[in-house]
């Protein structure tokens, strides 16, 4: 069945809805589960093998480093 020839002064219909390109799924490069946020996206790694990979480094505020001394003279 053909269809026929739209009416004068009415648009055409879009060939194709607007829609977002679908997102391509992005798996963690260690342990393999689907990654959702943006910059686990872009590290290719989740929140907790991203931890475990790279930790945090020591806060030196709250190291401390006690150190025996000799009595000073005099005292």
Do not use: N, W, Y
Not at 9 to 22: I, K, M, N, V, Y
Not at 34 to 59: F, I, N, Q, V, Y
């Amino acid at each position: 069945m053909e269809f026929p020839e739209p009416f004068p002064g009415f648009p055409e219909p879009p060939a194709e809805p607007d829609r977002p390109a679908a997102r391509r799924p992005v798996r963690c490069a260690l342990c393999g589960r689907p990654l959702t946020g943006t910059e686990s996206r872009r590290a290719g790694l989740g929140p907790a093998c991203d931890a475990k990979l790279h930790p945090a480094g020591p806060d030196i505020r709250t190291r401390r480093h006690e150190v025996d001394q000799d009595p000073l003279p005099g005292t």
